[in-house]
């Protein structure tokens, strides 16, 4: 197995929801000498840095003869089902959580699956409320189908969901969610005061097929992948006598529209670039600043080849795909593509994406790093089959592929 793609596999396991994401990809900048600091910190001295809130993380290496930057933006959150504040319910024996269904997951391929929940509590501490960071790896939870005998038209009709009571987790084993938490963040029942807490799937990423050309099996590849590739590429990083500031942007919620505090919607990197990147050309009058929009692709699948442009073949295993879209659902321009192109010296191979017209055509961050930033933006990503599902598949190839793209683009 390559090792981007072993790498990018075991920091997926690490990293059920956008919180422990982040938390990953901290940790592993601090293995390489990344120093933490605050949105009221001053001109840094030169060196390697990152800003941390949530499920959202920059990091970035201070240079203050640059004058021009280079961003990789990806997100940490994938859609999936967040437990309501008054989850349980009874009934038939069992106890059920009530979910709010959080982006737009693919509700059947969460049925009959072996899930944990994970996320962060709010808890009464000796003088203050807590925040406290949980990961219940193990089967607790279990969304059933209701059986063919008692739905016998299902595979001729097809499976229709109500998300009012299909979606429904069943709390397995343990019959008390509130007790059930409190041993995971240490402390008792009553010190318990909020969460915000996330089915994951509990089956680990699986390479299969040929280690170097084969393809990976994971939750969570839409955009873990692109946030781990971006991670691994930052390492190589030498940025001494760079003309530009290389910078690694990871946003929470970008599944639900970017538009919180920690999206990129938000005004994080406005508030950011001032105090710590204080000659970083923002505006982007210069021909070196640019901004890359990371996020997965939709791979040609070979049993619905309708539902894509004629024409435009996207194949795992073939290239990174570059995204454009004439209503700027991407933010691709032709200047963008140029600059990108001039920087890869055709090194690596790109699959030019186009929607088609008939379907809705999903966006990225690219739209808005374009617009806040006002720096041209090129989006790319590695093309995967079943987005959004919980079990989604990309090529192992184009995972490497897409580490190189990123070490070319931010290489001095």
């Avoid at 990344?34 to 390697?48: I, M, N, Q, S």
């Avoid at 290496?61 to 349980?88: C, M, W, Y």
């Avoid at 140029?338 to 055509?361: G, T, V």
Wanted: aromatic share 6%; with cysteine; hydrophobic share 40%.
């Amino acid at each position: 197995m390559s090792a981007a793609v072993s790498d990018i596999a075991a920091l997926i396991e690490k990293s059920p929801t956008s919180v422990h994401a982040a938390t990953t990809v901290a940790e592993e900048l601090e293995i390489i000498g990344f120093e933490p600091v605050d949105l009221d910190t001053e001109v840094c001295p030169d060196g390697p840095y990152y800003y941390r809130d949530g499920g959202t993380i920059v990091a970035w290496i201070q240079n203050r003869a640059a004058s021009n930057l280079r961003v990789v933006g990806t997100h940490s959150d994938s859609p999936g089902f967040k437990i309501r504040p008054k989850p349980e319910r009874f009934g038939a024996g069992l106890t059920t959580l009530g979910v709010e269904i959080y982006g737009s997951p693919l509700w059947n391929s969460w049925l009959d699956r072996d899930l944990g929940i994970a996320g962060q509590v709010i808890v009464q501490g000796a003088t203050a409320p807590e925040l406290r960071t949980i990961n219940i790896a193990k089967p607790v939870c279990k969304i059933p189908q209701l059986a063919v005998h008692l739905d016998r038209a299902v595979n001729s009709n097809g499976l229709k969901l109500d998300p009012s009571k299909d979606l429904s987790p069943v709390l397995i084993g343990d019959s008390d969610f509130i007790e059930l938490i409190t041993t995971y963040c240490d402390a008792q029942p009553d010190q318990i005061l909020a969460w915000d807490l996330s089915l994951y799937d509990l089956n680990p990423p699986t390479v299969f097929g040929d280690p170097e050309s084969g393809y990976l099996s994971s939750a969570r590849i839409d955009n873990l992948v692109s946030t781990f590739a971006g991670l691994l590429a930052l390492r190589s990083v030498d940025s001494t006598g760079s003309e530009f500031v290389p910078m690694l942007s990871v946003f929470d919620h970008e599944e639900v529209g970017s538009g919180s505090n920690r999206g990129a919607a938000g005004a994080l990197l406005k508030n950011l670039l001032p105090r710590t990147l204080p000659n970083v050309n923002a505006l982007g009058s210069a021909d070196l600043s640019l901004a890359l929009s990371v996020d997965c692709a939709h791979a040609t699948h070979p049993s619905h080849q309708g539902a894509h442009e004629p024409g435009h073949e996207i194949v795992m295993n073939q290239g990174v795909a570059l995204k454009s879209n004439a209503n700027q659902r991407y933010a691709t321009s032709l200047t963008g593509e140029r600059q990108l192109r001039e920087i890869l010296e055709n090194e690596i191979s790109l699959q030019p994406y186009s929607h088609p017209n008939h379907i809705p055509c999903g966006s990225t961050i690219g739209p808005v790093l374009a617009q806040s930033l006002a720096i041209e933006t090129v989006d790319i990503g590695v093309p995967q089959l079943a987005m959004h599902s919980i079990r989604e598949t990309c090529g192992a190839k184009d995972l490497a592929d897409l580490v190189k793209l990123l070490e070319l683009f931010w290489k001095a």
